[in-house]
């Protein structure tokens, strides 16, 4: 059976609903393994930054063996919360806390 928007439209409410009833039997949201995952890397990381007192995507790489995309991310929130200061020349970035 080949799925039209209507019957996509139909599924995609089917399985809302049933999110909304499984969240609700848990008392909550249903934890996200991937989530939970990326704010253990990100509390790693900004210990790792603030012990070591450096910072740049290189030395994320390096120190958590997690790619580019990934440590430029973490960067990017440490810098969002006042950690980190904004990149000085090639990728090194002052350590602020």
Do not use: C, W
């Amino acid at each position: 059976m080949a799925a039209t928007p209507g019957n996509l439209a139909e599924k995609i409410a089917a399985l809302e609903k049933r999110v909304a009833r499984l969240e609700k039997e848990v008392g909550g949201k249903i934890p996200d393994p991937e989530k939970e995952f990326e704010n253990q890397l990100y509390e790693k990381a900004k210990a790792i930054v603030i012990r070591e007192k450096k910072a740049s995507v290189i030395f994320l790489q390096r120190k958590l063996v997690i790619d580019y995309h990934r440590a430029e991310k973490i960067l990017k929130l440490l810098e969002s919360e006042g950690i980190v200061g904004p990149e000085i020349g090639v990728g090194r970035r002052k350590v602020l806390k």
